[in-house]
């Protein structure tokens, strides 16, 4: 058997309260109603009866009419049974007088018509009050719990602080949300640890295969070019050895981003103008966007503060985001390149309009070996972040079918006391 929700029963307990309660106001109105008419009937009945004592009978039939429905009139007096009173005309004629019950209550409904039509949509309106009351009480306490079940499932949520709510139950729903927001962080630790751990592993791994390829990746590439040298004479073999170099710096700057991953350079701490990095930026993508019908935009104040970092890290962060979105705008498009400054951070943004990232590698772009095109390594990203991270920095992204939007966050570092390597 399914127990009672909490709503159900506070709907019952509160409607048996409102109805309990317009009964009893009705009750208590009738019952006073039903004695003031009994005690005016008797008021009455003792008048005539003064009169009808000293009157012969025929004229105190007169007056015994004037009770009216309120009194039942017999004679003899006890011919239908017990009176509640018997008169006696000046000329010895009894008569018995019995209240009559049914017909003052029925004056009494009559009297109070209103007040019974009124009572009804009184008792309806008390009930759907009383619904409501119920609604409001449990529908936050409903709310925490469907909380807790999407806590329970690893799910990150905030509860709204409604209006009208009482102060225990707002309290417990802001406790709730700091719960959750903690747990978050946790989770947020936790993820960051277990990536770092699988980050430290999977760099070992691949600086010792890129340390194993790069070392006869070099010795192959005296060899072509020696064999190149040599073979001048034959025109027929220069389009195969080009390709072959080709190839064998492609596999080079491979190997470079591996060991690049594998083991990071800690930033130097450089006074750098930001304007420059992305003018530097614009005139290297835009030699190739021009090729591609790519416009490249430069959205930046005039003299921005300087600040502090690395110059080629983040030339080669920027560098990267504005190559990824030329790859992304093969049909040509608009390449912007911007930066908004305060005087606590700067906030670089690359934003193209191509195609968009798939939803499913949304939140899996910075993870390595990631990569959304066949001829791509998927460290790029991955080394951005990185270099963005060891700047105290954060690089983030949005997407949408109509183009994606990098964001990179630097804090403004202070000026250094003395020469030094590595950032604060």
Not at 329 to 352: H, I, K, N, S
Not at 371 to 397: E, F, K, M, V, W
Request: hydrophobic content about 40%.
């Amino acid at each position: 058997m399914t127990p009672p929700t909490l709503e159900g029963l506070l709907k019952w307990i509160l409607t048996a309260l409102a109805v309990s309660l317009a009964l009893f106001l009705l009750g208590t109105r009738f019952y006073q109603g039903y004695g003031d008419l009994r005690t005016q009937a008797l008021r009455d009945s003792d008048l005539v009866g003064e009169v009808v004592t000293r009157l012969p009978s025929v004229a105190a039939e007169g007056w015994l009419s004037r009770l009216g429905p309120a009194w039942k009139v017999s004679t003899p007096p006890l011919a239908e049974g017990p009176v509640d009173r018997i008169l006696r005309s000046a000329d010895g004629k009894d008569w018995g007088l019995t209240l009559n019950r049914q017909a003052l209550f029925a004056e009494l409904v009559e009297e109070n018509r209103y007040l019974l039509v009124l009572g009804m949509i009184g008792l309806l309106a008390s009930v759907e009050i009383a619904v409501f009351l119920a609604y409001g009480i449990t529908r936050p306490l409903r709310r925490l719990s469907w909380g807790c079940s999407q806590l329970a499932r690893g799910r990150s949520v905030r509860l709204p602080l409604g209006r009208g709510v009482s102060f225990e139950l707002s309290h417990v729903t802001g406790v709730f949300n700091d719960l959750a927001e903690q747990m978050e962080r946790w989770r947020r630790v936790q993820g960051r640890i277990v990536r770092m751990d699988r980050l430290a592993a999977l760099g070992e791994l691949v600086a010792g295969v890129a340390h194993e390829i790069r070392n006869p990746l070099a010795s192959m590439r005296i060899h072509l070019d020696l064999l190149a040298d040599r073979l001048r004479d034959r025109p027929e073999l220069e389009g195969h050895l080009e390709a072959l170099g080709v190839e064998m710096d492609r596999l080079g700057r491979t190997v470079d981003q591996f060991l690049a991953f594998a083991r990071p350079r800690p930033p130097r701490r450089e006074r750098l103008q930001p304007r420059d990095l992305l003018e530097w930026t614009a005139r290297m993508v835009g030699s190739q966007g021009s090729r591609g019908n790519v416009r490249v935009v430069l959205e930046a104040p005039p003299a921005p503060l300087p600040f502090w970092g690395d110059e080629d890290q983040l030339r080669q962060l920027l560098l990267n985001l504005g190559l990824n979105a030329l790859k992304a705008m093969e049909e040509g498009g608009t390449l912007t390149l911007e930066l908004q400054e305060t005087p606590e951070e700067l906030r670089f943004a690359v934003e193209d309009t191509g195609k968009g990232i798939p939803e499913k590698l949304v939140d899996r772009v910075f993870e390595p070996f990631v990569t959304t095109r066949p001829d791509g390594t998927g460290l790029g990203l991955s080394i951005a972040q990185r270099i963005a991270q060891d700047h105290g920095g954060n690089l983030s992204c949005r997407t949408s079918p109509g183009g994606t939007r990098f964001i990179l966050i630097l804090p403004r570092q202070e000026e250094p006391h003395e020469e030094g390597d590595g950032l604060s």
